[in-house]
């Protein structure tokens, strides 16, 4: 049986097919292109891919089946969002935040076509709040914690 590459490994390999994406195929494709390309790359290097990947989940007792669709997911653990533009807006980058989040996932890669290099396409996004590292009791998916009303007089 195969060892689970590690995230940093996953992470690695996404960057570096990208690189090689970049290179050969150059910027401003549309993003449809770049996600059919490179999802065989990371599959040629064993790694296990899923595209267009639908998500659902849970807020306050309902259940949102299909809510959001991740471009790639990558070894069920790195969620690549793929975009082609010629400047990646704070939006995109709070977008993967949220789907790590609503995934419970530790680390997703933000990767911009449309930029002139790689090196500035490409961001590195961590969720930091992860909710099943603590008790049984999962927080709000606003991160925040309920607050004691002190007024009440107790």
Known sequence: MSKKPE?????????????????????GLLESVYELVLAPELERRSLMVERQKAVSFEFEGLRFDDAFRVDLLVEGCVVVELKSVEVLARVHSKQILTYLRLMDLPVGLLINFGAATMKEGLQRVVNNYRPSQFASTRLPISGRQPVNDKRSGS
């Open 7 to 27: 995230i940093d490994e996953i992470t690695g390999q996404v960057v570096d097919a990208a690189i090689k994406l970049h290179t050969r195929l150059g910027p």
